[in-house]
T-cell receptor
Framework: KAGVTQTPRYLIKTRGQQVTLSCSPI?????VSWYQQTPGQGLQFLFE???????NKGNFPGRFSGRQFSNSRSEMNVSTLELGDSALYLC?????????????FGQGTRLTVV | GDSVTQMEGPVTLSEEAFLTINCTYT??????LFWYVQYPGEGLQLLLK?????DKGSNKGFEATYRKETTSFHLEKGSVQVSDSAVYFC????????????FGKGNQVVVIP
């Protein structure tokens, strides 16, 4: 079956703009999590959605937001972009969201803010 | 809060050498532990996992044992290949049934023919 699909793969934005990233989980998966990966901070958890509800949130400013639709697809939005938001954004899906359930990652969206 | 610590720096070794990457964790309760691998330009792939103390996860010749007494989950492989060159991340998922993974910084592994 198809894996986790993230679009777009690459994005270049200007400071102050906003951006929306999309994630389509594996069919049947109800949990979607988002992570930011940078060389300096590594992989950091942004938030998790399960059945359209935000279940967990990491330590990121309110400029970072997300949502999940009834078909489990998820979007994350970053407003008022800063240079430091340049990163690889990874989405992961899992079937139940339980602690020992495997998370499947997409290839990520590479965001560059100039 | 929950955290994962991996040994500093890249790891460079020759083909067929023994690989060890150290991982220790801090967490309350009984987290699940994972090793993920990331190839260039790709997302993360689950390599192996362990969900309770003394469990041994294994896959593709890699192994790691969940040691609660030392809060460790070291990754080992007896004979590496050039195709094992990648970045390896240790991660934990807190007990309590959620998907909030905490990752270590990762280790770049370079295997030289």
């Amino acid at each position: 079956k198809a894996g986790v699909t993230q679009t777009p793969r690459y994005l270049i934005k200007t400071r102050g703009q906003q951006v929306t990233l999309s994630c389509s989980p594996i069919s049947g998966h109800r949990s979607v999590s988002w992570y930011q990966q940078t060389p300096g901070q590594g992989l950091q958890f942004l938030f998790e959605y399960f059945s359209e509800t935000q279940r967990n949130k990491g330590n990121f400013p309110g400029r970072f937001s997300g949502r999940q639709f009834s078909n489990s697809r998820s979007e994350m939005n970053v407003s008022t972009l800063e240079l430091g938001d340049s990163a690889l954004y990874l989405c992961a899906s899992s079937s139940q969201g339980a602690a020992n359930t495997e998370a499947f990652f997409g290839q990520g969206t590479r965001l560059t803010v100039v | 809060g929950d955290s994962v610590t991996q040994m500093e720096g890249p790891v460079t070794l020759s083909e067929e050498a023994f690989l060890t990457i150290n991982c220790t964790y801090t967490a309350t309760g009984y987290p699940s532990l994972f090793w993920y691998v990331q190839y260039p330009g790709e997302g993360l792939q689950l390599l192996l996992k362990a969900t309770k103390a003394d469990d041994k996860g294994s896959n593709k010749g890699f192994e790691a044992t969940y040691r609660k007494e030392t809060t460790s989950f070291h990754l080992e492989k007896g004979s590496v290949q050039v195709s094992d060159s990648a970045v390896y991340f240790c991660a934990l998922s807190p007990s309590g049934g959620n998907n909030r993974l905490a990752f270590g910084k990762g280790n770049q592994v370079v295997v030289i023919p």
